[in-house]
């Protein structure tokens, strides 16, 4: 287990659905695993985002458009739709060829907060059994975590001790793996929150605590890597996406590239007729004498 005293474990948000920035609901409604980070780095770095890039899902066109560039592009795509003022508050995402999904979702009750696990291969919302089903206020990043770590398949087929976040380890572990394998699973499953800034490093750590486990196991010399930092000027829990989506509409955009183009254009004209200018020049000059 990581080390408690790094992590503030009481933490809890004040509320999933009307927090004091709106686009944390935004980003937790993005489906597509690779369209969210395109929209988290943009963000950071102040970038404007398309609007269209901030749907939910991609439909089924778009899907394979996407899946013929890369497969892992359609991570996420296909997680069942949100119901009604659904948020996703936790996200599990595998290093598979298609980079598959599992998202913990809260909606708000008549008295109480409802979670639901769902992935992309589900033919029912019943598939995951959870350890806590509801609760009167958002969770604490501690009881997040005993979700995560303690909610099994619902036909009881998975009774093993890892979780939803180690079963994916324990379930291609082969009998007597390899360096190589073990290396490989370490990261195989990445946990992220963008209500839980530091649920990433919590499960950072502890998948490098199964890595040193399983090298010393298996009989593999031990090998450290630094423990996770919280990003510089940050204090534990706190929100990670202080920055505003600067958003722009695709027919804004198109009109923006036609005045960048036409500003380059007329910088090509302008050079053309300075050459021209100076070619002009030295035919009035004649040839050297």
Known sequence: MPDEFRYDLDFRPETYFEPENPDLATLSRICGTSRRRDVEEAVARGDRVLEDSLCSKLDDNERTIASSIHPSLMGGEYLPDFLPGEVEIARIDLDSTTCDAISLRARSGSDRIRYRLVDEYMESECEYRLSQESSRKP??????????????????????????????????????????EIEELRDFASVSSVYYPDLE?????????????????YGFEPKLRPKPEPPAGREAGASSTRKRIRRVSAAERVVEIA???????????????????????????GPPR
Not at 259 to 279: D, F, K, N
């Open 139 to 180: 969770l604490t990043m501690k009881k997040l975590i005993r979700i995560l770590d303690e909610s099994r398949y619902s036909d009881g087929s998975d009774e093993s001790n890892g979780g939803i976040v180690g079963r994916f380890r324990l379930e291609y572990l082969s009998y007597a793996p390899t360096l190589r």
């Open 201 to 217: 490093r919590w499960y950072q750590e502890a998948s490098e605590e199964w890595y040193l486990e399983k090298r010393a196991t």
């Open 259 to 285: 005045a960048e183009m036409e500003q380059v254009v007329e910088g090509l004209l302008s050079e053309v007729a300075a050459v021209s200018s100076a070619t002009d020049v030295e035919k009035a000059r």
